[in-house]
């Protein structure tokens, strides 16, 4: 698992305004393409929470291991997440990363959907691991 990696900064048009991931597509450790389908704001306990939900069409969690998947969960933080935030000038108590292999709605449990999630706290540049 290589979490504290450093990345690229995201690329940026001339307007320095990040470049549609819609178009482009963020390239994952595993091998595979995700996109973004949406982000949400939460507050809760007193903190806001802000959710970035990804799609990535060949998505199968029973064909990596649980160091993969969450790999590919910190790279989207790290990615594409964190540099959101700055440009945002966003300040979250956490963020939480979802990974499927298709759209849906959110909050609505659809057993065709194959999905996860992990939650990272923010320190800096950096995207924290929390266990649920």
Known sequence: MRLG???PEPRVDSA??????????IALPSGGVARMQEMRTDVFDGGMILRF????DDFD?????ADSVTEDLHHLCVTHSLPV??????????VIIS????????????PEIK???????????RCIWELF
């Open 115 to 125: 999905q996860v999630f992990e939650a990272f706290t923010i320190h800096g540049d």
């Open 53 to 56: 939900r990804y799609v990535s």
């Open 16 to 25: 320095g305004l990040m470049l549609s991931v819609a178009d482009e597509g």
């Open 99 to 110: 990974l499927a292999d298709q759209p849906g709605e959110f909050g609505v449990a659809d």
């Open 5 to 7: 990696l450093e990345y």
């Open 85 to 94: 935030l700055r440009m945002a000038g966003l300040s979250p108590k956490q």
């Open 61 to 65: 969690p029973q064909t990596g291991t």
